[in-house]
């Protein structure tokens, strides 16, 4: 009851679990931005919940199903028991889970992420082609892109860069001086596979500009003859507020250049962005919050919280509902029942 109370009170993008030493609760916000999914051990052992479907592999669990948005579940000696915390919302699942925060072993509404991520690749190739010899990826997020650009523009695919595994995501680091000492850390180029030639350098997002500086530049260094960047999502100009490290909009380098002056500013020979459109394209069917590529905001961010955090001259979309949904369907499926009364058992 406490935490339905809270739910009907909270606006924002929220997963959370909560352990009592009598019951274990797992409960999702009501547009579904952040992600929770429920698995079961085999022979009856117990239940798992986790952000994505990889842990529940690791853990030995199977994959039951997302924790719906605006549901509680409560696991306890008792068993399981769901109910309908609030009422839910239009959804909004966070996209860049599919662009880079989510592994590419991990299924998210039906659709492998690493299938989604290579069909980005495929569809970025068919909007910005380039005359090359090699394709390259970030690793490790860029890589299932990078794949479907090579086998969609018929140019080979290869390695370029090796990464270091002990080293953390660089653009989620405090500050810039650690991002880009990161960086220098993170990754390494392979002198005999890139020593002049072509290449096409896919990368998932550019987001501060400082991985990307420094990437480049290795690469000239290491003897590439031309580098041409490709990013397999849009260009992110809003900052978000549902709980990514970007809530300051004069810190993302495409809310300040223009795509020309970014790619002289990192030092490439060219630079594409896929179209919001061509992602919207290749992703599942379902509800989505865009809002770092648009400015289209499920939830509306009070003029107080954003006050600071935009630049002169952006004036975001708060929107009740984002685009690509049929918010009837959504009121006509839960309608504030509980998940056992619809369903049954889990």
């Known amino acids: 009851t406490g935490i339905a109370h809270t739910m009907r009170m909270l606006e924002g993008g929220y997963a959370m679990v909560l352990v009592r030493e009598n019951a274990l609760y797992a ?31 690791i853990a030995g669990a199977t994959y039951v199903r997302e924790v719906a948005p605006g549901e509680i579940i409560r696991i306890s000696d008792d068993g399981f028991r769901s109910e309908m915390g609030c009422r839910p ?9 599919h662009v880079y925060f989510s592994r590419p072993d991990s299924v998210k509404d039906g659709s492998s992420i690493y299938l989604v991520r290579h069909n980005m690749g495929r569809r970025l ?22 794949e479907g650009f090579a086998e969609e523009s018929g140019i ?19 500050t810039q001086e650690l991002r880009a000492m990161g960086v220098r850390m993170k990754l390494n180029p392979l002198r005999d596979n890139i020593e002049g030639k072509r290449l096409v350098v896919i990368d998932d997002s550019i987001v501060r ?6 990437l480049v ?36 380098i495409s809310a300040n250049k223009t795509v020309d002056e970014i790619c ?10 896929l179209s919001v459109e061509g992602l919207l ?41 984002p685009l690509h949904f049929d918010d009837d369907a959504v009121v006509e499926k839960y309608d504030d029942r509980s998940w056992e009364e619809e369903h049954g058992e889990a």
């Open 27 to 57: 409960f999702r916000d009501p547009h579904g931005i952040r992600p929770l999914v429920l698995g079961k051990l085999d022979d009856g052992a117990g239940w798992v919940v986790a952000s994505e479907t990889c842990s529940l592999d």
């Open 89 to 97: 919302r239009t959804p909004a699942n966070c996209i860049f889970e």
């Open 125 to 146: 190739a068919q909007e910005t082609p380039v005359d090359a010899d090699l394709v390259i990826s970030v690793p490790d997020s860029g890589t299932p892109a990078a």
């Open 156 to 174: 080979p695919y290869g390695t370029g860069l090796i990464k270091n595994r002990y080293v953390a995501r660089t653009f989620i680091e405090p």
């Open 209 to 214: 500009g400082t991985t990307m500086v420094q």
């Open 217 to 252: 530049k290795m690469l000239r260094n290491a003897g590439a003859k031309e580098i041409h960047i490709r990013i397999n999502s849009p260009e992110v100009i809003w900052p978000c507020f549902y709980g990514i490290d970007t809530d300051v909009q004069s810190q993302l």
């Open 264 to 273: 002289e500013y990192i030092g490439a020979d060219s630079l594409a962005f």
């Open 281 to 321: 394209k290749v992703m599942p069917k379902g509800g989505y919050c865009d809002a770092c590529f648009t400015g289209r905001y499920p939830v509306a961010i009070p003029e107080s919280f954003g006050r600071d955090k935009f630049m002169e001259g952006f004036k975001p979309r708060n929107l009740d509902k």
